[in-house]
Structures are given as structure tokens and as C-alpha cells.
């Protein structure tokens, strides 16, 4: 059974800086891209990072770029999304995902979700003073 757990969130002031981890078990990890989609109270899921299998590639959506790094630990299994100046708008739930890199789609259709099949539970994001 594929498992993704994120964690990392809570509060944190304007300006200020964040790391979320993902944790994944049941796949062999190498193989697997991962991505990060955030989605914020009445608004549509969007893409945040995505890192290829090889982490060779790696992607940011619009609105984090350049205030984020995505990486990952393929010996502890784990990738790691470290944010730096949040803004108010980077308030969201953050959602960790995967897709086969090798046989599947993997981060090709980033800053779209729809090549992510497993998912995991969201950890919320708040910015505010």
C-alpha cells in the first residue's frame, strides 16, 4: 500500500520560513516523483513543486518560485519543501503527492495534479501576523 504522510505545517508570521516533509513507504522510492499542491479555503488545488525521480527535474509553480526548494533523501524516503517569505496567500493545506517517474507520467504535467495518483492527508499552512 502506497502511503504518503506530510508534515511541517502549522503557523508561522509574514516573512517568515517553513520546511514540510513527505514521507513515503510502499513504493520504491527512486522510481517515484513527487509533488506538492497546496489548496487554499475556496479555491481550486494548485501546483507547488513537483521533483523528478531522479531529482535530476525539478519544477515550481508561478507563485513560489524563487522562494522555494524542493529536494529529496532517497535513503530515508522523504522530500523536503523548504519556503522562505510567506505571504498571507501561501495559507493553504499542503498536499504531498506521487507518480510513477519510470513507467507513469511522473511531474510531466506539473503545475497540473492529474498525473499524481497516490496521495496523501494534507498539513495546513498558515501565515498571519
Known amino acids: 500500500e502506497v502511503q504518503l504522510q506530510a508534515s511541517g505545517g502549522g503557523m508561522v508570521q509574514p516573512g517568515g520560513s517553513l520546511t514540510l516533509s513527505c514521507a513515503v513507504s510502499?513504493?520504491?522510492?527512486?522510481?517515484?516523483?513527487i509533488g506538492w499542491f497546496r489548496q487554499a479555503p475556496g479555491k481550486e488545488r494548485d501546483g507547488v513543486s513537483c521533483i523528478s525521480h531522479s531529482g535530476m527535474s525539478t519544477y515550481y509553480g508561478n507563485a513560489v518560485k524563487g522562494r522555494s526548494t524542493i529536494s529529496r533523501d532517497d535513503y530515508k524516503n522523504t522530500v523536503t519543501l523548504q519556503m522562505s517569505n510567506l505571504e498571507p496567500e501561501d495559507t493553504a493545506v499542503y498536499y504531498c503527492?506521487?507518480?510513477?517517474?519510470?513507467?507513469?507520467?511522473?511531474?510531466?504535467?506539473?503545475?497540473?495534479?492529474?498525473?499524481?495518483?497516490?496521495w496523501g492527508k494534507g498539513t495546513l499552512v498558515t501565515v498571519s501576523s
Open positions: 503527492a506521487a507518480d510513477d517517474g519510470v513507467l507513469g507520467r511522473g511531474c510531466s504535467t506539473f503545475p497540473r495534479d492529474s498525473a499524481m495518483k497516490h
Open positions: 510502499g513504493v520504491t522510492f527512486d522510481e517515484y516523483a
